[in-house]
């Protein structure tokens, strides 16, 4: 589907805002460049002053967002005995030595901390595009509608058999497992047996996330936005222009923090040992928060004319908006067996107000009557979004991960583009 939309704004789409009609009867700068042969109508920005007809743009944009979820601790090394196990006649098994003979609840293992929800690595660009399409009226006034989508960007991290530091296995390995407190669950989530084939015991170490071999993380965002505006001339000079804006937000944040656990059995052939992952022995948790914000949006811009000669237009561009969005906001949490035989779910949803105010800066060229380059840098700021505390819930009974607001969310970067005026 988000596909579809990119292909056809893209279809849409051939340029930034640019020049007007013809020059007045009493020419200023606004009117043409300066060569008297060729002139380039102005000005340079969005508000188009002379005549009267469609644009479209294009811009290639590339943002920063500020990776919002809690460090919450997921494992630690070592895993818990929940049956217990028999001691052996004559001293310890060769199959599993090192965990006989320990009552039901015993813990074997360093408890090191070994997974966080923020071990994600630094943050990072995310790329995408704006799109806009918008007519302009004889008397000054136009009016735009502007997608701005994002195509994601996802970070991950993992903990394995190998601590920090190269610290030892333990007696019997147990360092080299990997155990999340993960309760409340039924037989489908047991997992297979970590250790060789014993004749005394089964599986001492009930659950998938009890004694694993591998966990990994990942963390994806999204942001898509939607202005529907109109331009409206305030005040003029030779060489600059204010304008005021109103109209209509949508704005979209999307979230999902994803934990992916393997438990595999251990096989031997009496001489080596191996893991083997089985169609039960993989699970997966996702937490995903999805909100859209819609509301009123007001503001200003105002534009400077640089240079109006030899080789086109330069300009400046700063606008300055405000809206308040209405954050419906809808949370999933779900815990599901990688081979899809069984799951675990809750879904719920809230309202919340947020706050925005958008500031861009732009500098523009036009080489040629119609056409436009624009290069600029834009802050957009969220006020009272959610976000993922603790992005995981242990309580597969009642999940129900704990969610907070947040005071401030930047979103930042940069937008190069070109166009076209019909």
């Given at each position: 589907?988000?596909?579809?939309?990119?292909?056809?704004?893209?279809?849409?789409?051939?340029?930034?805002?640019?020049?007007?009609?013809?020059?007045?009867?009493?020419?200023?700068?606004?009117?043409?460049?300066?060569?008297?042969?060729?002139?380039?109508?102005?000005?340079?920005?969005?508000?188009?002053?002379?005549?009267?007809?469609?644009?479209?743009?294009?811009?290639?944009?590339?943002?920063?967002?500020?990776?919002?979820?809690?460090?919450?601790?997921?494992?630690?090394?070592?895993?818990?005995?929940?049956?217990?196990?028999?001691?052996?006649?004559?001293?310890?098994?060769?199959?599993?030595?090192?965990?006989?003979?320990?009552?039901?609840?015993?813990?074997?293992?360093?408890?090191?901390?070994?997974?966080?929800?923020?071990?994600?690595?630094?943050?990072?660009?995310?790329?995408?595009?704006?799109?806009?399409?918008?007519?302009?009226?004889?008397?000054?006034?136009?009016?735009?509608?502007?997608?701005?989508?994002?195509?994601?960007?996802?970070?991950?991290?993992?903990?394995?058999?190998?601590?920090?530091?190269?610290?030892?296995?333990?007696?019997?390995?147990?360092?080299?497992?990997?155990?999340?407190?993960?309760?409340?669950?039924?037989?489908?989530?047991?997992?297979?047996?970590?250790?060789?084939?014993?004749?005394?015991?089964?599986?001492?170490?009930?659950?998938?996330?009890?004694?694993?071999?591998?966990?990994?993380?990942?963390?994806?965002?999204?942001?898509?936005?939607?202005?529907?505006?109109?331009?409206?001339?305030?005040?003029?000079?030779?060489?600059?222009?204010?304008?005021?804006?109103?109209?209509?937000?949508?704005?979209?944040?999307?979230?999902?923090?994803?934990?992916?656990?393997?438990?595999?059995?251990?096989?031997?052939?009496?001489?080596?040992?191996?893991?083997?992952?089985?169609?039960?022995?993989?699970?997966?948790?996702?937490?995903?928060?999805?909100?859209?914000?819609?509301?009123?949006?007001?503001?200003?811009?105002?534009?400077?004319?640089?240079?109006?000669?030899?080789?086109?237009?330069?300009?400046?561009?700063?606008?300055?908006?405000?809206?308040?969005?209405?954050?419906?906001?809808?949370?999933?949490?779900?815990?599901?067996?990688e081979d899809k035989v069984t799951q675990a779910k809750r879904a719920r949803s809230d309202?919340?107000?947020?706050?925005?105010?958008?500031?861009?800066?732009?500098?523009?060229?036009?080489?040629?009557?119609?056409l436009q380059f624009r290069a600029g840098y834009n802050l957009f700021n969220y006020f009272?979004?959610?976000?993922?505390?603790?992005?995981?819930?242990?309580?597969?009974?009642?999940?129900?991960?704990?969610?907070?607001?947040?005071?401030?969310?930047?979103?930042?970067?940069?937008?190069?583009?070109?166009?076209?005026?019909?």
């Open positions: 589907m988000r596909n579809r939309w990119i292909i056809t704004g893209l279809l849409v789409a051939a340029g930034l805002l640019t020049g007007a009609g013809p020059a007045a009867a009493q020419p200023t700068a606004w009117d043409q460049s300066g060569n008297e042969e060729n002139p380039v109508p102005l000005p340079i920005g969005t508000y188009q002053h002379d005549g009267s007809g469609w644009y479209t743009a294009t811009e290639f944009i590339i943002l920063n967002m500020k990776r919002e979820v809690g460090p919450q601790l997921i494992a630690i090394r070592g895993f818990s005995l929940t049956t217990g196990t028999p001691q052996f006649p004559g001293g310890a098994s060769p199959l599993t030595p090192g965990i006989e003979g320990f009552p039901p609840g015993t813990f074997l293992g360093s408890r090191e901390e070994a997974l966080r929800s923020d071990q994600l690595g630094r943050t990072s660009w995310n790329p995408g595009t704006r799109l806009t399409l918008g007519y302009r009226l004889d008397n000054g006034w136009n009016f735009s509608v502007s997608w701005l989508h994002t195509f994601g960007v996802k970070y991950s991290g993992q903990a394995g058999l190998q601590g920090p530091n190269f610290a030892g296995p333990g007696g019997s390995g147990e360092n080299t497992f990997l155990f999340a407190p993960v309760y409340n669950f039924d037989y489908l989530w047991v997992g297979q047996n970590p250790f060789p084939p014993n004749p005394f015991f089964v599986n001492p170490t009930s659950g998938i996330w009890n004694a694993a071999t591998s966990m990994t993380i990942a963390f994806t965002q999204r942001f898509d936005n939607w202005d529907l505006a109109g331009r409206f001339p305030v005040f003029e000079t030779e060489n600059s222009r204010s304008y005021a804006i109103a109209g209509g937000r949508f704005s979209w944040l999307w979230e999902r923090f994803q934990w992916r656990t393997v438990k595999p059995s251990q096989t031997t052939d009496g001489i080596s040992f191996q893991f083997v992952e089985t169609p039960d022995s993989a699970a997966t948790y996702s937490n995903l928060i999805s909100q859209r914000m819609y509301g009123p949006m007001v503001g200003s811009g105002h534009e400077v004319n640089l240079y109006s000669g030899t080789g086109g237009a330069f300009g400046a561009q700063f606008e300055c908006t405000g809206a308040l969005l209405v954050d419906i906001a809808k949370f999933r949490a779900k815990y599901e067996r309202v919340a107000i947020v706050p925005n105010i958008d500031l861009s800066f732009n500098l523009t060229w036009q080489p040629i009557d119609g009272n979004t959610y976000y993922m505390k603790d992005p995981v819930a242990f309580n597969m009974g009642a999940l129900d991960p704990p969610y907070d607001s947040k005071l401030w969310r930047p979103i930042r970067g940069w937008n190069f583009g070109v166009g076209y005026t019909w």
